[in-house]
T-cell receptor
Framework: QKEVEQNSGPLSVPEGAIASLNCTYS??????FFWYRQYSGKSPELIMS????GDKEDGRFTAQLNKASQYVSLLIRDSQPSDSATYLC??????????????FGSGTRLQVQP | GAVVSQHPSRVICKSGTSVKIECRSL??????MFWYRQFPKQSLMLMAT?????????EQGVEKDKFLINHASLTLSTLTVTSAHPEDSSFYIC??????????????FGPGTRLTVL
């Protein structure tokens, strides 16, 4: 099974700062990349999806993809205390069954300090 | 749109009993649903892919006779944990792929079911 790697954190940033979350993946054939936010005890919530190299912006969030480097990142501008959560990177990868499905990283815990 | 529900949200059972968890897509038809398991401080691990009208595809290491999956309609998939034991205690989360999203693989997650086996 292919891997998705994330720094577990915690990543601590002051309110109003930019938070930068990083993710690397091992499968060069991956085409779909996602960022999910997960609050403690809750299920993941989709924040961003990205499919082609470059940047994709949605409000305060910007996803960046570099397929050559097998790297995907998420920038959160003007971070708010409510952004404090675990951010999961997910990559469409081949599974042991041969099918492709989402493989999740272990997540990066973000703490935004008021 | 793209709302997925799960029931129950929390269940506590005795060792050896069976527990059924329902996953429903409320405002769309999902030909494919996914079942994940998440242990504390760990990430989501895919257990199986559930396809409407056919047998589920289980990932390596997941016992198909212990985790029974039924996807009888386009809006409902069920996961039954048979003869549950304390090591099965976990957060079980389903997701559904919206129509037309098979190429993008966008999945919408249910709220999860926390299972505690005593």
């Amino acid at each position: 099974q292919k891997e998705v790697e994330q720094n577990s954190g915690p990543l601590s940033v002051p309110e109003g700062a930019i938070a930068s979350l990083n993710c690397t993946y091992s499968d060069r054939g991956s085409q779909s990349f996602f960022w999910y936010r997960q609050y403690s005890g809750k299920s993941p919530e989709l924040i961003m999806s990205i499919y082609s190299n470059g940047d994709k912006e949605d409000g305060r969030f910007t996803a960046q993809l570099n397929k050559a480097s097998q790297y995907v990142s998420l920038l959160i501008r003007d971070s708010q205390p409510s952004d404090s959560a675990t951010y999961l990177c997910a990559v469409n990868s081949p599974m042991d069954t041969g099918r492709r499905a989402l493989t999740f990283g272990s997540g990066t815990r973000l703490q935004v300090q008021p | 749109g793209a709302v997925v529900s799960q029931h129950p949200s929390r269940v506590i059972c005795k060792s050896g009993t069976s527990v059924k968890i329902e996953c429903r897509s409320l405002d769309f038809q999902a030909t494919t649903m996914f079942w994940y398991r998440q242990f504390p401080k760990q990430s989501l691990m895919l257990m199986a892919t559930s396809n409407e009208g056919s047998k589920a595809t289980y990932e390596q290491g997941v016992e198909k006779d212990k985790f029974l999956i039924n996807h009888a309609s386009l809006t409902l998939s069920t996961l039954t944990v048979t003869s549950a034991h304390p090591e099965d205690s976990s957060f079980y989360i389903c997701s559904a792929r919206a129509p037309g999203e098979s190429s993008t693989d966008t999945q919408y997650f249910g709220p999860g079911t926390r299972l505690t086996v005593l």
